[in-house]
C-alpha cells in the first residue's frame, strides 16, 4: 500500500520598509546589537505603538499579487508567550482578521502544472534575537518589531520539487513587488514545512512542523527525510506526534524541539492598543495600481514582443535585476535579440565564474548596449565580442576605447584577408590535399590557420569564402 505525503507551508518574510512596524526605528538587518531600539519596540511598560501605513500596503501588495481577498477592515492580536527575545513577552499578530485570505499561486513541478491555495496572509512583528557564545547569551532587540507577513498556503504540495518550485515563484514575487529582500542566511525569508502522511482516500494523518529550513533545497531535503521518518514509524506501528522539529542540514536529519502549541495556548486576545485597520476601496485602487508587472507577465511579454524562446525568458526574468539591464540594453541598442543573447551568455557565464549574485550586478546597460551595436554590425567577431563583454564585466571598460586599443576591430580588407588565407594553405599543404580528398575538418583547420595570421580579427565568414575559392584554384596534386 502506498502512502501520500501531504504538505503545507508558513512562510514568514520580513518587510523591506524603512522603519519598524510599530516605531520609528529602522528596520534594517544588522547593527550594533540594541542601537536600533527605542521604549516601543523594547517593550517598556506603557509605550504605545503605532501602525507603520507602509507595513499595511506592502501586505495588502503581497495579497493582491497573490489573488487574495485583502480585507476592508482587519485587526491584530496578541500573542502571549515568555521567550528571552521577546521583552513584551506577547507577539503582535492577527488570528481572527488577517489583512488577506484566499489566493492561489500557480507554479510548475515534475513537468506539471499545479495551483496552490493561499490560506491567508497576516501581519506581525519580528522578535529579537538571542546569541550565543562562550560567555553566555545575549540579547539583541534590533529585529524586535521589524515588520512581517506570515503567508499560509492550504495543505496542498504533495512533494518536496512541488515545495521548492512554490518557493521560488514566491521569491520572485516577492523580490519583484520590492516588499522583501529574501535573504534565507539572513533570516528576511524563512519557511516552516507542516507534513503528514496518509493512506490515499483517508482523512489527514498528524503532522509535524519543521523549522530551521535555511534554503530552498534544504527545504526539499527535509521534506524527503520526514516522509520517510513518519513513514518508517508508522509502518512499525507507532504513532507520529504533534511536535516542532528542528531541521540540521548538515546532519540530514530532523531533531524533536517541543510538542507543538495551539493557539490555545497563546491566550490571544484582540490587540487593545491598536485600532482597526482600515482599506477603503480607493486606497486599495491605488495599491492595485502601483503594482509593477510580474515575472511571469514579464515573460509573455518579451515572448510576444522581442520573440524570445521560452528558456531566454526565463532567465532574463529569473531577477528584477537582470530583466531591468536587459530592457535598458535592449531599449539602448534597439536590438533585443542581440541583448538577450549577451544578457543570457556572457553575462550570465561572467556572474557565475565570479560568483555574482544578481542583487550584486552592477555592469553598466550603456557599456553592454555599445558593446551589442559593435557585434550586430558586424565589426567584431566571436572572440573580441567575447574578450570585449569579459572587460566590460570585470573591468568596467569602454567598449570602444578597449576595441580600439586592442586592435579588435575586425578585419574587413579582403587584400589583407587573401593573403593570409594564401598564406594558410602554402604553409599546410597537407591539410589542403585533406580538404581536396574530402576530409571537411581540414577546412576548419585552414580557417583557424588564416585567423591566426589575421591576429583573430578576421571576420570568418570572409576567410571562409577566399579559403572555398584559394582551395577550388589550388591544384590537386
Ligand atoms: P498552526 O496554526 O497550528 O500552525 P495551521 O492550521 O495554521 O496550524 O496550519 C499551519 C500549516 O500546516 C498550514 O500551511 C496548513 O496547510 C498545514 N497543515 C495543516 N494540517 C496539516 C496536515 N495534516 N498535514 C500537513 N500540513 C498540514
Ligand atoms: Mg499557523
Ligand atoms: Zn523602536
Not at 531566454?312 to 543573447?341: M, N, Q, W, Y
Request: hydrophobic share 40%; glycine share 10%; aromatic share 6%.
Amino acid at each position: 500500500m502506498t502512502w501520500e505525503t501531504v504538505i503545507g507551508l508558513e512562510v514568514h518574510a520580513e518587510l523591506s520598509t524603512k522603519s519598524k512596524i510599530f516605531c520609528g526605528c529602522s528596520g534594517e538587518f544588522g547593527g550594533e546589537p540594541n542601537s536600533r531600539v527605542c521604549p516601543v519596540c523594547a517593550g517598556f511598560p506603557g509605550a504605545l505603538p503605532k501602525l507603520n501605513r507602509a507595513v499595511v500596503e506592502y501586505a495588502a501588495r503581497v495579497g493582491l499579487a497573490l489573488g487574495c481577498t485583502v480585507a476592508p477592515r482587519c485587526k491584530f492580536d496578541r500573542k502571549n508567550y515568555f521567550y528571552p527575545d521577546l521583552p513584551k513577552a506577547y507577539q503582535v499578530s492577527q488570528l481572527y482578521l488577517p489583512i488577506c485570505q484566499g489566493g492561489r499561486l500557480e507554479i510548475e513541478a515534475d513537468g506539471q502544472k499545479k495551483s496552490i491555495g493561499i490560506r491567508e496572509i497576516h501581519m506581525e512583528e519580528d522578535a529579537g534575537k538571542l546569541v550565543h557564545d562562550a560567555d553566555g547569551t545575549f540579547m539583541d532587540f534590533n529585529r524586535c518589531g521589524v515588520p512581517l507577513i506570515e503567508i499560509v498556503t492550504l495543505p496542498d504540495f504533495r512533494s518536496g520539487g512541488e515545495v521548492m518550485a512554490f518557493l521560488e515563484r514566491l521569491r520572485e514575487i516577492l523580490l519583484y513587488l520590492g516588499v522583501c529582500d529574501c535573504k534565507m542566511q539572513e533570516g528576511s525569508l524563512r519557511v516552516d514545512v507542516n507534513l503528514s502522511v496518509c493512506r490515499p482516500g483517508e482523512g489527514l494523518g498528524v503532522r509535524t512542523e519543521m523549522k530551521n529550513l535555511n534554503s530552498f533545497k534544504a527545504a526539499g531535503r527535509a521534506v524527503e527525510y520526514e516522509r520517510r521518518r513518519q513513514i518508517e514509524l508508522l509502518e512499525s506501528g507507532g504513532a507520529v506526534v504533534q511536535e516542532t522539529r528542528r531541521w540540521d542540514d548538515d546532519a540530514g536529519e530532523s531533531f524533536g524541539m517541543r510538542s507543538k502549541e495551539n493557539a490555545q495556548d497563546y491566550r490571544y486576545f484582540p490587540e487593545p492598543d491598536l485600532l482597526p485597520v482600515e482599506l477603503d476601496e480607493a486606497r486599495l485602487a491605488g495599491i492595485r495600481q502601483s503594482l509593477p508587472e510580474l515575472a511571469h507577465q514579464k515573460r509573455a511579454r518579451y515572448r510576444r514582443d522581442y520573440a524570445l524562446s521560452e528558456a531566454e525568458a526565463a532567465v532574463l526574468t529569473g531577477h528584477k535585476r537582470i530583466s531591468d539591464l536587459f530592457e535598458s540594453v535592449a531599449r539602448l541598442s534597439g536590438e533585443p535579440a542581440e541583448a538577450a543573447r549577451l544578457i543570457t551568455g556572457e553575462i550570465m557565464r561572467l556572474m557565475n565564474l565570479t560568483d555574482t549574485q544578481p542583487e550584486n550586478l552592477s555592469v553598466d546597460a550603456g557599456k553592454l548596449s555599445a558593446l551589442v551595436a559593435f557585434v550586430s554590425s558586424g565589426k567584431i567577431n566571436r572572440g573580441a565580442y567575447k574578450e570585449t563583454a569579459e572587460a566590460v564585466f570585470l573591468r568596467g571598460v569602454d567598449p570602444e576605447t578597449y576595441i580600439a586599443e586592442k586592435g579588435l576591430l575586425m578585419l574587413t580588407d579582403g587584400g589583407a584577408v587573401a593573403e593570409a588565407v594564401k598564406a594558410a594553405v602554402e604553409d599546410n599543404p597537407d591539410a589542403a590535399r585533406d580538404y581536396l580528398a574530402g576530409k571537411d575538418k581540414a577546412f576548419g583547420f585552414l580557417v583557424g590557420q588564416a585567423m591566426k595570421k589575421l591576429g583573430g580579427n578576421g571576420s570568418p565568414d570572409m576567410v571562409r569564402e577566399h579559403l572555398r575559392k584559394c582551395l577550388t584554384n589550388t591544384p590537386n596534386r
